[in-house]
């Protein structure tokens, strides 16, 4: 999907994108010169990690570090998500309602009717599927569809608990309150979910089909594999990791509530983006993705902490957003 | 029959006015008979809104090449707070009142625009943090402002003739224009000429970056004329008044008959999918169906209705 990309009023190709923007990559990692846009995220890690630690000190403890990273538990979770769906080049704009429906279904369900609860998860996971396959199948704009589907997960998650409350299952609780020794959980969540991403994208052979459907379907299409299995292969994992961001949401808030999940939407977005994902598909940074989810949640604590209203919340992953892609950009401008 | 089919293709608003008509019916079935007309002349009001946003999010949508406006909503939103805020329910700033909110979606419009093009953002992720930022600046401003509307534009949304909406018959004369620009004018052709082969229209001369430009502000300045008539129809701005008219903008359009993916649009359709989608929300409020259902129903009707419509062909 080429954007209005033709600034210079240049001959607009659909194929212009799609050949030069490889093998410039590619030249790059040739000639062996690091390029510092691949450790944006961790440039961006470092100075949101100082900010923390200007405002709140004794950030640095133990138990201080595992409170902060604590709330980015789901965030990495529903970020992994995204990022199969941006690998797929894809967008999903029904995330954060997709996560805040399996909070909603866990914080009623899991404590009473276990069974209702895990079987309530597999048709989701099936409906998300079906989302996928209506997108790739049809040929229409995931956005739209995404959007529509957000109204279908929010609406069936606010039938399911009109107004916030339920409860988690103390197991449930217990476990995001774990405190393993020397490494505190959320690390050991966040490492999982990266090498989890980072195995199955970048080192199975599998993942490389799946990249490669993302940067030139046609290709992998000519090549035998089936494009459908893939993307129902992308959105099922995806969905897992938006089933997991759920139950850590539940987990870690003790209630559910169809509406506080909604933001995870844009975050995730950011989090890939900010990560080293590109927007027209092909790439994954599983790891980055964790760093970028990391970033932002770390950034809407900030918020708080610096006594700003969650009403800047959302402006603020914007700017964020902005930003990144600024720098992004200017760099690689003068490249060209 | 072939004839029919070849008269049905070419003009697909007929299929929201049809779903718009069996709506109107049912309701008035399940009211068994009572306030047919209100119900209409109620609907033909609230879909003003939808038409309003709709027909910007049109121009973009029609330019093709993934061009998407997400920032409807927060735009409406912000020039709702920035006009009301000025008019303090006052007649005297009525005029400059909304210039406000058309300059506030004009400068949000320009926002988009400026991103996509010089950071090479994808359309929906630059209208959603413009979107975002415009959203945080409305909550801000909101904190202990007054933002009533002037009792004159007050009235003007809530009057009616003969029990047709004032507000209704102004944006009926818009569309018309709105039409005729888009079938006539060099502009109108050019967005369209964008949108079905961007390579085609660049060979042909179509200036692409003034036509996108322009396509964006449009739905900026839709954006907060919808934002400071649904203030004025409310009696005042609020912070949440808007949410519907992000997906709602899409719908209308997409149901209207044009091409999600660009090339091809439909205003008189428009008109149709916003009666439809008022007259819908209607419907079920008079089964008694509640707002999560309705929510459930909106977003499967707008996911099925693609999916049979089907995006590009393959090439």
């Known amino acids: 999907m080429s954007m209005i990309d033709e600034s210079r009023e240049s001959m607009p190709t659909a194929t212009q994108s799609a050949t030069t923007l490889p093998s410039k990559t590619k030249a790059r990692r040739l000639s062996g010169r690091p390029d510092w846009h691949e450790y944006l995220p961790y440039i961006a890690l470092a100075l949101i990690l100082i900010a923390v630690e200007i405002t709140v000190p004794g950030a ?44 909603v279904l866990c914080a009623t369900q899991l404590e009473k009717n276990p069974a209702i609860a895990i079987g309530a998860m597999i048709v989701s996971l099936l409906a998300y599927v079906l989302m996928g396959v209506i997108i790739h199948a049809r040929r229409i704009p995931s956005i739209v569809v995404t959007l529509g589907a957000s109204f279908v997960w929010l609406g069936i998650a606010i039938l399911v608990l009109p107004s916030p409350g339920g409860e988690a299952p103390g197991w449930l609780i217990g476990f995001f309150n774990l405190n393993p020794p020397l490494i505190p959980l959320p690390v050991v969540i966040a490492v999982a979910a990266g090498a989890f991403g980072h195995i199955f994208m970048m080192r199975t052979a599998y993942g490389v089909i799946l990249r490669g459907m993302g940067g030139n379907a046609k290709a992998i299409r000519r090549a ?62 599983p790891f980055g993705t964790v760093i970028g989810a990391i ?20 402006g603020v992953q914007g700017l964020i957003l902005i930003l990144v892609l600024a720098a992004r950009s200017t760099g690689k401008r003068k490249e060209a | 029959m072939t004839t029919t089919r070849v008269w049905l293709s070419n003009r697909p608003w007929v299929w929201p006015f049809a779903a718009a008509v069996l709506t109107w019916l049912v309701t008035v079935y399940v009211a068994s008979g009572r306030g047919a007309t209100a119900t209409l002349s109620a609907a033909a009001l609230l879909s003003v809104f939808y038409v309003v946003v709709g027909m910007g999010q049109m121009f973009v949508i029609a330019s093709g090449n993934g061009n998407i406006d997400l920032s409807v909503p927060y735009t409406m939103t912000l020039a709702g707070y920035l006009s009301m805020g000025y008019m303090q329910g006052q007649n005297g700033g009525l005029l400059v009142g909304i210039l406000i909110g058309l300059i506030c979606g004009l400068v949000v ?51 009616e ?32 000429a964008y949108g079905q082969n961007a390579r085609a229209a660049w060979l042909a001369g179509v200036k692409i970056q003034g036509t996108v430009t322009m396509c964006f502000v ?98």
């Open chain 1, 224 to 285: 035998g594999w089936s494009l459908l299995r893939g993307y129902i292969a992308l959105y099922a994992v995806a969905a897992v990791f938006g089933i997991l961001a759920g139950v850590a949401v539940t987990g870690l808030t003790t209630a559910g509530d169809a509406n506080v999940s909604l933001d995870y939407t844009l975050l995730t977005i950011a989090s890939v983006i900010l990560g080293g994902g590109e927007f027209t598909g092909g790439k994954a940074a």
């Open chain 2, 161 to 192: 003739v003969f029990g047709v909406p004032i507000m209704s018959i102004t944006f009926v004369l818009v569309a018309i224009a709105v039409g005729i620009l888009l079938a006539r004018s060099t502009f109108g052709r050019s967005v369209l």
């Open chain 1, 60 to 103: 640095r403890s133990y138990s201080g570090f595992a409170l902060l990273l604590s709330a980015s538990t789901a965030a990495i979770l529903a970020a992994m998500a995204q990022m199969f769906i941006i690998t797929a080049g894809d967008i999903d704009l029904s995330l954060g309602a997709f996560v805040g429906l399996i909070n």
């Open chain 2, 109 to 159: 419009g320009l926002l988009n625009v400026a991103m996509i093009r010089a950071l090479r953002m994808p359309p929906i992720i630059a209208t959603l943090a413009v979107g975002y930022i415009a959203q945080s600046a409305a909550t801000t401003y909101s904190h202990g402002s007054v933002a009533k509307p002037s009792p004159v534009l007050a009235n003007y949304a809530t009057a």
């Open chain 2, 218 to 315: 449009i739905s900026g300045v839709f954006a907060g004329l919808a934002g400071v008539l649904i203030g004025a129809y409310a009696g005042g701005a609020a912070l949440n008044i808007a949410i519907p008219y992000q997906l709602g903008s899409i719908a209308v359009v997409v149901l209207g008959g044009s091409s999600i993916t660009g090339g091809k649009a439909n205003v008189p359709g428009i008109w149709g999918a916003a009666l439809f989608l008022t007259l819908l929300v209607n419907m079920l409020n008079a089964m008694g169906i509640g707002a999560a259902f309705r929510d459930i129903i909106q977003g499967l009707i707008i996911v099925a209705v693609l999916a049979i419509a089907g995006g590009e062909s393959e090439r």
């Open chain 1, 295 to 314: 970033t932002m949640s770390l950034a809407g604590s900030l918020l708080v902490f610096l006594q700003l209203s969650p009403d800047y919340q959302l």
